[in-house]
């Protein structure tokens, strides 16, 4: 009964709607000529145009509006089968979804719109895109970009990787991606980063950067970034070493190698010849440390030369020519050599060799030792030849002894007295280097000797770590070394082993005659004498600096003392 009144009711609206219309038309085909003559007036017919305006948008609106409701109702109240069986046995009704002002205006159709700008057609400085991501990520995968997490901005890092992909590939270097530099990086056949003679860039700068750090370049002029024969040799070189394919090329596993550290610096050999040992040797000379013609064979006259220098610039005395020696001696603030009065070395003995050779030394004081009578020998070359006569071998010095047109010495009656025969003599200890190895007295002066201890006594209780040079922890020569820098004396680092041949101060050969503030060195191991028979050191075996007997086990294990003071 109520599907049929239901049924009714609709056919009942639907002819109300239906009569209202006829009678809309009626109404303007009576009144046409009023309303013509209405419209006629211009004000009049202004009125009008924004009345049918506005309602033309009320209708858009409500067209709109009839259709979102429309969908609405079909989506959350179109009935299945089952529920229409179930109305047909309840006698139910369907519910449409009454429309509201507040309601969508647009239907709900459960679906993405894609919001991503096309693909630009050139890629290039400032463009932000999500396929830089990929652009960048295939970059760093072939080698030509570090490894980060790739962005979508392309900025001047990506620009020079492309760059370099494109030198590599024959394409114009613009770093503007188009369709076939985008093609060419993404192929699966992409080329890896490989630098080789004749490329130039910023890359070949870094890797020229890292091969002269490393020793392989010899002078770094050869740091222009272009990668030439040079170059090539200095790769070469560094695959030989660290056991890599010697093509000369910076491939994948070349360049991972120089940046690692695992890598092998090109630390030179006994007996080498190459263009790095004479840039090297050529500074030397400079400075005056070398006392030969620099001619890039590694030999003893270059070991001789390298342990002086790095005796007088911080460097541990080693002789060789590792990566911080090689930048030591090519920095500027590298300190110049000056042999003087008290010295004993090899570099002594072939200066007066030199110092023989031009008629100014007695072969008998050829001995190693800086004594007085070479002293009176360098002062006079030095006068003879306009330098400044201050009895001191520097660079000048050495550089006119080895030079071909040194004056000889005016002729003179000659002297032979035994003091100058006995120039080449090292100077007595004197009477007071007795007594200090065992039953000496606790010193109680001040003076340098008196500084020192007090020095190492502020350390007592430190602790003892293999390596270290103070001032929170120590080894034993590095605390050796930062007692003396802080007492006033310019020393070196030296190793226990290196303390055997310092050769700079008062050899003490006998352990009786060691006395306070005297350096002591036994077998892989060095102290300083406190007097009293004690001595104090960063001792392993205390794990700490501590102050003991200088006993049995000094004595039997001695080597050498060097008096300081």
């Known amino acids: ?206 890797i020229q950067s890292r091969l002269y750090e490393l020793g392989y370049l010899a002078q770094e002029s050869l740091v222009n970034g272009t990668f030439g024969d040079k170059t090539e040799e200095a790769v070469k070189k560094l695959q030989e070493i660290n056991s890599l394919e010697q093509d000369g090329r910076v491939g994948l596993k070349t360049l991972n190698l120089i940046y690692s550290d695992e890598v092998k610096a090109n630390l030179l050999a006994y007996g080498e010849k190459s263009d790095v040992v004479l840039a090297l040797q050529k500074r030397l000379f400079e400075l005056g440390y070398m006392t030969s013609v620099p001619d890039g064979s590694y030999g003893n006259d270059t070991i001789i030369a390298v342990k002086a220098f790095q005796s007088k610039n911080d460097q541990v005395v080693d002789g060789y020519l590792g990566p911080s020696t090689r930048a030591s001696i090519l920095s500027g603030n590298a300190v110049p050599n000056g042999l003087s009065l008290g010295d004993q070395s090899e570099q002594v003995k072939n200066v007066q060799k030199m110092l023989n050779k031009w008629g100014y030394l007695d072969a008998d004081n050829i001995s190693g030792y800086f004594g007085e009578a070479t002293e009176q020998a360098v002062k006079a070359f030095q006068s003879r030849n306009s330098l400044s006569s201050d009895g001191s071998v520097g660079a000048l010095t050495i550089a006119k002894l080895m030079s071909d047109n040194a004056r000889r010495p005016a002729p003179v009656v000659p002297k032979t007295t035994a003091a100058a025969r006995g120039g080449g003599t090292k100077k007595s200890n004197g009477k007071n280097n007795k007594g200090g190895g065992g039953g000496a007295p606790a010193y109680t002066g001040g003076g340098g000797v008196g500084t020192l201890l007090s020095v190492a006594s502020s350390k007592l209780g430190t602790p003892y770590v293999w390596g270290a040079k103070g001032p929170g922890a120590f080894d034993c020569s590095g605390f050796v070394y930062w007692c003396l820098n802080n007492s006033g004396v310019k020393q070196s680092y030296l190793t226990s082993a290196g303390w055997q041949s310092v050769g700079r101060y008062t050899r003490i050969s006998n352990f009786s005659d060691l006395r306070a503030g005297d350096i002591v060195v036994v077998s892989g191991h060095v102290g300083i004498c406190a007097g009293g028979g004690t001595v104090i050191d960063a001792s392993s075996s205390n794990g700490r600096v501590v102050t003991r007997s200088l006993g049995g086990w000094w004595q039997r294990n001695f080597i050498v003392g060097w008096r300081i003071f």
């Open 1 to 206: 009964m109520k599907k049929r009144n239901n049924k009714e009711n609709k056919k009942g609206d639907k002819k109300g709607i239906a009569k209202n219309i006829d009678e809309f038309f009626s109404y303007i085909r009576r009144n046409f000529i009023k309303i013509k003559n209405y419209l006629t007036n211009r004000a009049n017919f202004k009125v009008v145009a924004v009345l049918a305006t506005a309602a033309v948008i009320v209708c858009v609106y409500g067209i709109v509006a009839v259709s979102g409701a429309f969908l609405n109702s079909q989506h959350y109240a179109t009935p299945s089968s089952a529920q229409l069986a179930d109305e047909d046995t309840d006698n139910s009704t369907a519910q449409i979804m009454a429309l509201s002002p507040t309601g969508a205006q647009f239907p709900s159709l459960d679906m993405e719109v894609p919001t991503t700008a096309p693909v630009p057609e050139f890629i290039r400085i400032g463009v932000q895109h999500p396929i830089i991501k990929d652009l960048q990520e295939r970059l760093m995968y072939l080698g030509f970009m570090e490894n980060d997490e790739p962005s979508d901005y392309y900025g001047p890092v990506t620009e020079a990787a492309v760059k370099i992909f494109q030198r590599q590939n024959n394409l114009s270097q613009d770093g503007i991606v188009g369709k076939s530099t985008y093609e060419m990086i993404m192929a699966d056949d992409a080329k890896f980063y490989a630098a080789k003679s004749g490329d130039s860039g910023d890359d070949i700068y870094r």
